[in-house]
């Protein structure tokens, strides 16, 4: 069972355009990571928060953690063709990470 | 290579057939998780081990899923009498420390066809 919603599920933009990727859960999360998988690889680790309402900037992509630590949102401004692939977050809880559901982002050169 | 190494790469099977897949970590590092992944899906949860003893198997689907670590290192995860429905891809990662705060490092997953 999925603890964690992504939305949207798939998406796809121009180059240049911004676009923000949401992870929701019922569930609290001592700490939330976000992890970009490209095809034929294992997700590669993105962000680490930890604090509720904690906000870390990586370059373009501006990750925030909810005030009650149950969601978090991803940020890119100015998407890249170098950006595409499938965005994962992952809730933890336990000695367990509880991945969300993915977004699939394709940006368009 | 220095990351987590997943072998084989793809594998094929015939429905009702024995596999093994198998996941050797970072060197060091004492956690290790598997995941099944589904097309354009989150990673699912099935085992994590924490040395050489499964501190968490409440992710495997049913008794026909096994999961090793005999010397805390090289893990395997064996499924019999395999299903159409177990076909995916199985991904092992590694922490350098066991619970959530040491980050997850990923192989690049073994995946299984079950004709």
């Known amino acids: 069972t999925q603890l964690l919603e992504q939305s949207p599920q798939f998406l796809s933009i121009q180059e240049g355009e911004n676009l923000t990727v949401y992870c929701n859960s019922s569930?609290?999360?001592?700490?939330l990571q976000w992890y970009r998988q490209e095809p034929g690889e294992g997700p590669v680790l993105l962000v680490t928060v930890v604090t509720g309402g904690e906000v870390k900037k990586l370059k373009r992509l501006t990750f925030q953690f909810g005030d009650a630590r149950k969601d978090s949102s991803l940020h890119i401004t100015a998407a890249q063709p170098g950006d595409t692939g499938l965005y994962l977050c992952a809730g933890a809880a336990g000695n367990q990470f509880y991945f969300g559901t993915g977004t699939s982002l394709t940006v368009i050169p | 290579g220095a990351g987590v190494s997943q072998t084989p790469s793809n594998k094929v099977t015939e429905k009702g057939k024995y596999v093994e897949l198998r996941c050797d970590p970072i060197?060091?590092?004492?956690?290790l998780y598997w995941y099944r992944q589904s097309l354009g899906q989150g990673p699912e949860f099935l085992i994590y081990f924490q040395g050489t003893g499964a501190a968490d198997d409440s992710g495997l689907p049913n008794d026909r899923f096994f999961a090793v670590r005999p010397e805390g290192s090289v893990s395997t995860l064996k499924i019999q009498r395999t299903e159409r429905g177990d076909s995916a891809v199985y991904l092992c990662?590694?922490?350098?420390?066991?619970?959530?705060?040491?980050?997850?490092?990923f192989g690049n997953g073994t995946r299984l066809t079950v004709t």
């Open positions: 569930s609290v999360f001592s700490s």
């Open positions: 990662a590694s922490s350098l420390t066991s619970g959530t705060d040491s980050p997850l490092h």
């Open positions: 060197s060091g590092h004492t956690a």
